[in-house]
């Protein structure tokens, strides 16, 4: 977590996120928000894997921090789960929902 010199924060994750570190992400969730009033950014470039759990953290996150709470660099495979679980709207400022290659042949544009 790297203050961003506004009041906010920039928290970079990297690698599967799924139900093993789901209490651990809400966890720095929290604090994050907690410690940086202004806003909390999660930068998602490097995250190999995410699942369910891990998209529940982050859509209650969005939630319950509202404008507080983004997304930034929205990696192929989050993507992916934010189209088929057609929840991208909730991230409004994470990319361009643009096709990747790793979508392709999901029949989903």
Known sequence: MEPDGT?????????????????????????????HPGRVV?????????DCACLNILLQARQEAGMRFGVRNISAQVSRLLRLTDTFASFPNGADPGSHPAEEGTGRT
């Open 7 to 35: 009041g906010g924060a920039l928290v970079v994750l990297a690698g599967e996120i799924d139900q093993d570190c789901a209490s651990e992400l809400r966890d720095v969730l929290a604090s994050a928000l907690r410690a």
């Open 42 to 50: 999660l930068d998602l470039a490097g995250v190999t894997f995410c």
